[in-house]
């Protein structure tokens, strides 16, 4: 049996073996991509190699794609790229574009975390000739839950707005293809899909408005300065080749846990449940119990999930994308993440399965002894 069943690789996904032994090679090899030399050339080979590799993953033309530090950066970098000084964000966006640009006006989501059209017409309409940039993630983290962006396409191009999509999450795990969804703007991360942690990608459409203030060398066409990290931008390429087939049909086994866990207990309730959600991902509450006994008596018997919004300090805050759905305080602050991938085996649900049973059998019998001693 495995030292321990990894389901959270919605946090980051375990490095492929073969974007692994891509990036050692590099590592070995060296070069600068900018030096003219034979090493120089052979790193910039392999940097355009990976271009056109994580552009194939989307769809894009391999010179819309900028290499980037990750999917924080790509976000950081599309919303201040376009230039538009009235920012429009929906309610459930990760930090990275909550937090981008201060000032942003928010867009709220109905109960299962799905954007709302007509407020964001609404806020549209009322742009008074100011035109707009448009951000909407197309997968959610938290719950998986997918956003309808061709709607927010249609909506913002008719109002003059440019559109941002963070794909973060869904690029590896459902199709994407940005010239079908007409994005002008689009994020993705190669530690998600089983690349390396520290690179990322945005795409920026052919002809649409971007400039930075970050200052260098002329690096990814003047879009993006500083030397590339080339291993780990040849490990996202391998990872994005290997992922780009839409990654593995997840959704029975996503199906069988939400079952059980239920089953188990039921109270518990699953998270976005109503809505198009991404095959992999389940947020779910175990109502009187916190996520982070949840997440630590998991961690004790081999079971590694998440709960709620993974941050880096390492402490559960409350989840705003919960919150922004409307989920009272104390059932949000019950809600984990169980989140699957490319090395997801059927024991490893079964762990899980098992863990949380126990964990439920204890917790209701120390409730069931408390009130026979109260
Ligand atoms: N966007 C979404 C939806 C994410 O889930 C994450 C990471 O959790 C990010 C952006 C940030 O990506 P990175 O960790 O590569 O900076």
Known sequence: ????????????????????????????????????????????????????????????????????????????????????????????????????????????????????????????????GEPALVSVMLANNETGVLQPIADVVRLARAAGALVHCDAVQAAGKVPVEVHGLGVDYLSLSAHKLGGPTGVGALMVRDGAPFATDRRGGGQESNRRAGTENVAGIVGFGVAAQEAADGGRDLAGWRDRIEFSLVQIAPRARVFGVGARRLGNTSCISMPGVPAETQVMSLDLAGVCIGAGAACSSGKVQRSAVLAAMGVPVEEAGSAIRISLGWNTEPADIERLIAAWRDLYIRVTQSDISQAEAA
């Open 1 to 128: 049996m495995a030292a321990f069943a990894y389901l959270d690789h919605n946090a980051t996904s375990p490095l492929r073996p073969a974007a692994f032994e891509s990036m050692v090679e590099v590592l070995r090899a060296g070069g600068n991509p900018s030096s003219v030399h034979a090493a120089g050339r052979k790193a910039r080979a392999a940097v355009e190699t990976a271009r056109r590799q994580v552009a194939a993953l989307v769809g894009a033309l391999p010179a819309e794609i900028v290499f980037t530090s990750g999917g924080t950066e790509a976000n950081n970098l599309a919303l201040s790229g376009a230039g538009r000084r009235r920012v429009l964000v929906s309610a459930v966006e990760h930090d990275s574009v909550l937090r981008a640009v201060p000032g942003a006006e928010i867009v709220g989501v109905d109960g299962n975390g799905v954007v709302d059209l007509a407020a964001l017409e609404r806020a549209l309409g009322s742009s008074a």
